[in-house]
Nanobody
Framework: QVQLVESGGGLVQAGGSLRLSCAAS????????MGWFRQAPGKEREFVAA???????TYYADSVKGRFTISRDNAKNVYLQMNSLKPEDTAVYYC????????????????????WGQGTQVTVSS
């Protein structure tokens, strides 16, 4: 059974930085595209960033472009470096994985993902 476990969330002041991690287990992730989503109270889950299984292709929501960076390593970990955080970035952040994707495929739609983590809270104070 594939499992995704997020960590690294917390409370930070506006303008600060956090690095989220997502540790994957229970599967072979050589062809898994990965993504980060977030959900604020009272709002729908929204796309944040995605990365291809090769790591060479990424895509970002306009709201985080230039501030967030998604990356992955060969040890089944995916990261989200978040800089210049704003109060509107406050949300629960979720890691997701989609199996069987092509070399340069990035996935931006939540419904396309096969596996989800439990989420990690990020709170940005003003």
């Amino acid at each position: 059974q594939v499992q995704l476990v997020e960590s690294g969330g917390g409370l930070v002041q506006a303008g600060g930085s956090l690095r989220l991690s997502c540790a994957a287990s229970g599967g072979t992730f050589s062809s898994y595209a990965m993504g980060w989503f977030r959900q604020a109270p009272g709002k729908e889950r929204e796309f944040v960033a995605a990365i291809s299984w090769s790591g060479g292709f990424t895509y970002y929501a306009d709201s985080v472009k230039g501030r967030f960076t998604i990356s992955r390593d060969n040890a089944k970990n995916v990261y989200l470096q978040m800089n210049s955080l704003k109060p509107e970035d406050t949300a629960v952040y979720y890691c997701a994985a989609k199996r069987g994707t092509g070399y340069g495929v990035v996935v931006r739609t939540a419904d396309e993902y096969d596996y989800w983590g439990q989420g990690t809270q990020v709170t940005v104070s003003s």
